[in-house]
């Protein structure tokens, strides 16, 4: 618990609420939770299921008019009609990807869309009458938001400057240099939201960055003060002794987490290990646990490989990792894509190493999951198939090697992702 009332009312602007069954969702979860409700209220955009944090007061918003949502649709129907007036290259529209359900694949630089930027740009911010009313009940001190997009920090900074409040930015990843395509056409949209980040981060408060590596990079690009609060875990334990293996026959790997942004071929990697063991007398399950929509868009790919289950709640989640062997965490060797992720920590890397499992990442070294591992020399990583048999060979037959690798990990995310201390440098930022 903290150790004294937060004097802060924020008003979190973002995609999607506290309890969405997502990174944001989840991240935002461990964060708040115990702060009282009264202290928290909540506008978002995107339909979508929410698994917990119902206590939070919430309410969705369009971030545009009606009318120009019929304007933007006519957009889209004009730019497919003139596809073949320009070049695809010019536009970045036409682009061939290995699952259209790959949504964050397509929002990717090498995917965007010049005319979704400029969407963005002249996109009117309506802040209907009712969430004014709503606003004005709740009296803001401070607005909280992860971003997105243009549009999500014009509406959050309207709301902060009509409603006089501090704006504070929490940034999980990078997804501003990706969101906009990088041709020329897209300068002005690429220019402007720029600005935009600018002037928030360097309006006096702190700001907040989901993975160490960021806060230099955010500072040398838009300036500013930043703090490192990420997903969170809630230890109440001191116990650092490794639970056994349990007796049994097979040896469990497990990943939770998404298949998109092409993760899903680096899974095939792991899968084609554990195949290639087994042949020779192993007894290795490998489960993954993955939202259904995209579990329907890859199955195809990965069901000779691996054993496919529905997502789970968190607490249910917890529990198949500590009774697992080995957890894993992939990332695509896509340039395009690890530019998207090259930021980045998953939600999932706290609550891997305090699950007192091994934990093993495979993917490129320039993403940030590789480089927060490897700076604090915790976990293993390899981007490297035959490397990647090897450390499975050595993890399944060396029980010590396993208990110490579990134990480090442990003692690590013990500090760094407890609880209280990260709600508490949250609170320090939010306050006023």
């Known amino acids: 618990m903290l150790s004294e009332e937060p004097n802060f009312r924020a008003l979190i602007v973002n995609p999607f609420p506290i309890g969405a069954n997502n990174p944001t969702g989840i991240t935002m979860r461990n964060n708040f939770k115990g702060l009282k409700p009264n202290r928290v209220f909540q506008i978002y955009f995107h339909e979508c299921r929410i698994i917990d944090g119902n206590e939070y007061k919430s309410i969705k918003a369009n971030l545009s008019l009606s009318l120009f949502k019929k304007i933007k649709l006519r957009t889209k129907k004009f730019a497919d009609n003139i596809k073949n007036v320009f070049p695809p ?18 929002n990717t630089g090498k995917h965007g869309s010049v005319i979704s930027s400029w969407v963005d740009i002249v996109s009117p911010i309506y802040i209907s009458p009712e969430i004014k009313k709503k606003i004005i009940e709740f009296r803001p001190t401070v607005v909280y938001t992860q971003g997105y997009n243009l549009r999500v920090l014009k509406y959050a900074s309207r709301i902060a400057s009509d409603f ?25 949209p690429r220019e402007m939201l720029k600005k935009k980040i600018e002037k928030i981060v360097n309006n006096g408060k702190k700001h907040i960055v989901a993975n160490p590596i960021l ?41 939770a987490g998404g298949l998109m942004l092409e993760r899903w071929k680096a899974l095939i990697d792991i899968g084609k290990c554990v195949e290639s063991i087994n042949s020779t007398g192993g007894n290795i399950i490998f489960d993954v646990y993955s939202p259904n929509e995209q579990i329907a868009s890859y199955k195809k ?24 062997d080995l957890l894993v965490h992939v990332e695509s060797f896509n340039e395009n894509v690890w530019k998207y992720t090259k930021f980045s920590l998953s939600t999932k890397v706290p609550e891997c190493l305090t699950a ?31 490397e990647l048999m090897t450390m499975l060979d050595l993890i399944i037959n060396d029980n010590k090697y396993r208990d110490d690798l579990a134990l480090k990990g442990y003692i690590f995310a013990k500090d760094v992702f407890d609880k209280e201390k990260m709600q508490s440098i949250l609170v320090n930022c939010l306050n006023t």
């Open 356 to 386: 007192k499992k091994p934990f093993l990442y495979y993917g490129p070294k320039e993403v940030g999951v590789s480089k927060f591992l490897t700076l604090n020399k915790i976990g293993l990583c390899t981007n490297n198939v035959d």
């Open 89 to 106: 290259h010019l536009l970045n529209i036409n682009k061939k990807i290995d699952s259209k359900s790959d949504i964050k694949l397509i």
């Open 301 to 324: 790919y990965l069901d000779k490989y691996m054993n496919l289950h529905e997502y789970v709640d968190q607490d249910n989640l917890i529990k198949i990792m500590s009774n697992c």
């Open 164 to 188: 006089d409040c501090k704006l504070v930015l929490h940034t999980l990843d990078d997804w501003m240099t990706p969101i906009y395509s990088d041709n020329f056409l897209a300068s002005i």
């Open 215 to 255: 806060i230099d990079e955010m500072k040398n690009r838009y300036g500013g003060d930043y703090a490192f609060v990420m997903n969170c875990v809630d230890l109440n334990t001191n116990n650092l002794e490794i639970n056994k293996r349990e007796m049994r026959k097979s040896f469990r790997i497990v990943y």
